[in-house]
C-alpha cells in the first residue's frame, strides 16, 4: 500500500505533460521612441501653498535622443500559463526621454527642462500571443502603471531635479517574436505609451502630457 501511494505521488508530481507547465520570460530591448508635441504648464505657487501665476507653452516638440547615455532601454518579465501558453501576465519598465528645447518663449522663466534620466513607466501587462509559424509567434501587450519620471529644470535661474512617482502611465505593444533556440528568444515591436505627470521645479510644478510611439527590438530567455 505504502508503494502504491508512493507510485501514485511520483505520478501527480512528474506525470504532468509538460504542455502543462507554465513558462517565465526575461527580456531585455533598446529602442527609440518618438514624442508627439505636447502642451507644459508652468505653475507657480506662493509659500503659502497658493496658486500665484501659471504660464503655457502649447506644442513643445520633444527631442529624444534615444541613443544618448543614457540610452532607451526597457526590461520585462511575463508568466505564461495553460496548455497553449497563448495568455501570459507580466511586469515592465520602459525607460525614454523628453527634451524641450532651450529657446521657448517667455525666457528667463524656464530655461531648462527635461525628463532625462527617465520618463520611466512602470506597468503591469497582460499578453496575448499566437503562434504564426514554427518559429514564430505574434505578441501583443496591453498595461497600466505609473510614472516615474526624473525630471531637470531651471526656473528663474533655480536648478532642480530629482525621481518622482507621478501620473498613470498607460501602454499597448504588438510585433513579431522569434524562437532562436530551446531557451532563447528575439523580438520587435511598435510601441504607444502616454502618461501626464506633474513634476516638481522650482517654485511649483510643469505638467504635460507625453504620448509616444517606440520601435524596440530586444532578447529574452523562457524556460
Known sequence: MRRARVACLMTLCWGVPASARADWSIAA???????RPATLVLT????DG??????TWPDVSFASRSFASPPYYGYRVTWFSGRAR??????????LKVYAPSD???QPILTRFSISHGLNL????VVWRERATERVFLTARAGAGVAIPHAESTVRGVD????????VALQATVGPELIVSRYLRAF??????TAAPVVSVAGGTISGRYSSQHLTAGMGIEW
Open 29 to 35: 530591448y533598446l529602442g527609440a521612441s518618438f514624442t
Open 44 to 47: 507657480e505657487r506662493s509659500s
Open 50 to 55: 497658493r496658486t500665484r501665476d501659471t504660464v
Open 86 to 95: 497563448h495568455l501570459g501576465l507580466g511586469a515592465e519598465l520602459t525607460h
Open 104 to 106: 521657448l518663449p517667455e
Open 122 to 125: 512602470l506597468t503591469a501587462n
Open 160 to 167: 532642480q531635479e530629482q525621481y518622482e512617482v507621478s501620473g
Open 188 to 193: 520587435a515591436e511598435y510601441k504607444l505609451t
